[in-house]
């Protein structure tokens, strides 16, 4: 169901990005290097369940586990000036997919795209143009929408907001968890 939930979201981002232009800077990589990002663990069931079937969740558990670094584990810098990607992008979590291409709500209730200083300044005439529009009606996925979506396929897992280290190794532990005292799937069936 998560999984359905961000191939709707890619569909409408694409849609998005397609009509305001907007796009993020190859191999930046700037918000992946901020500390204080929060996730859910629901959002990273996919990514653990993906390494579970490859064998990888109990030595990337102790890895994440190892690991002092605030920043988002997935992240593969390339640089000391923070450049790099997302080293698993096609498992990335909601927060990763909305940002950049998603809209919060002011206190007024007006969509606001939540994007970067980058894309802000950078490509700051088609920003502009982007919010007018968005004003106006055009469509913009929207965080609170998503995530209300996401907290209704596992309430318990989809509220909890916690730094984006600790849900990747909440998302792993549940599903080493859940498959301790049941059969392992057919891998076959969910990697062919």
Sequence with gaps: MVENLFGQLEKESAQFQKAS??????????????????????????????????????TTLDMLNGNPNPNCFLFNSLSVTGQGHCGSYAYRGLICRLFGFGATRDKYGSLRLATCKIIREGQAEQYKTVSEAITKGLYVPVFTEYYMQLNQIDYQLGT???????????????????????????????CG
């Design 160 to 190: 909890k907001m916690v730094p984006v280290n600790k849900a990747l190794k909440m998302a792993l532990e549940e599903v080493l968890q859940y498959y301790t005292y049941r059969p392992i799937p057919d891998v076959g069936k969910w």
């Design 21 to 58: 232009g907007l796009g993020c800077v190859s191999g930046c990589g700037k918000c992946c290097n901020y500390p204080h990002i929060e996730a859910s663990p629901l959002e990273f069931l996919p990514w653990a369940f993906h390494l579970f079937l490859s064998g990888e969740a109990e």
